[in-house]
């Protein structure tokens, strides 16, 4: 399985746009139907809210990549 870190700069970012920033899509238009399509799963469970609120501390999976947010700090949850 690949990981992939990504560094939260801010509060949380919608589960479609951080699709798109990570690379796993072209748009965040293309992200929500990756979403809607039930592929992905946030912390183990699938997620169908297009727009869900990433936060530092979540793990994204989809087919074989699973992304990781960090906070700034490099801290999980901070």
């Known amino acids: 399985m ?12 919608e589960l479609n746009q951080l699709l798109k920033v990570v690379g796993l899509c072209d748009s965040g238009g293309a992200g929500k139907q990756i ?11 699938q997620e169908l809210r297009k727009t869900a609120k990433i936060r530092a501390g979540q793990q994204i999976t989809l087919g074989d ?3 990781v947010v960090i906070g700034e700090s490099g801290a999980d949850g901070a």
Do not use: H, M, N, P
């Not at 690949?2 to 970012?13: A, G, N, R």
């Open 35 to 45: 979403v809607a399509s039930g592929q992905v799963r946030v912390d183990g469970k």
């Open 2 to 13: 690949q990981k992939v870190e990504f560094e939260l700069t801010s509060e949380y970012i």
């Open 65 to 67: 990549v699973r992304i």
